[in-house]
């Protein structure tokens, strides 16, 4: 007789399983609630703040661009043609519809995007180490506070406290 086929083996010794499965006594034995989404709602809150800021951004455009015409065309026609100065030290927006203007006005717009853009390419690194040591809220604050800041010194310049920028 072979000890494969001894009657002192049994059978359903073969078939059971050397180790216990460890999934089986973490499953719980009700079914469990249906947990919250909070994914959801941080990624909500981070679309609304991004279309808030962006909006905010493409509102600011126009007026700043106005801005920054009237100061061209006001240097301009000092130099050129005093007599379409206003009293009130003010240029007609017709006459700042002039090509040497408008390419300047070009010019200044592709400058200002250039550099604009710069502190995103140069600080996007040390920003994610910072936001990883000192938490991504007060980062967050921080460039909350350099978008005021570059609206402000916008501001400074276009009303003539530094004109000769």
Known sequence: MSPLNSPTRDSSEE?????SRPEASLLPTEPAQKTSK?????????????VTID?????EEPPKTRVFEANLCL???REHDPSKINKDGTVD?????????Q???ASVMGWSD???????IFLAVPYG?????FGRKWLFVLSLVGVILDSTWVLIICMGFFSEF
């Open 38 to 50: 909070p994914w959801l709602l941080i990624l909500v809150l981070v679309i609304l703040c991004a």
């Open 15 to 19: 078939s059971t399983p050397l180790l």
């Open 55 to 59: 909006a905010g951004g493409y509102l």
């Open 93 to 101: 927006e017709t006459f700042c519809k002039i090509n040497a203007v």
């Open 114 to 120: 250039l550099f604009e853009a710069m502190p995103g």
């Open 75 to 77: 240097r301009y026609y």
């Open 103 to 105: 390419s300047k006005l």
């Open 129 to 133: 180490i910072l936001a990883d040591r």
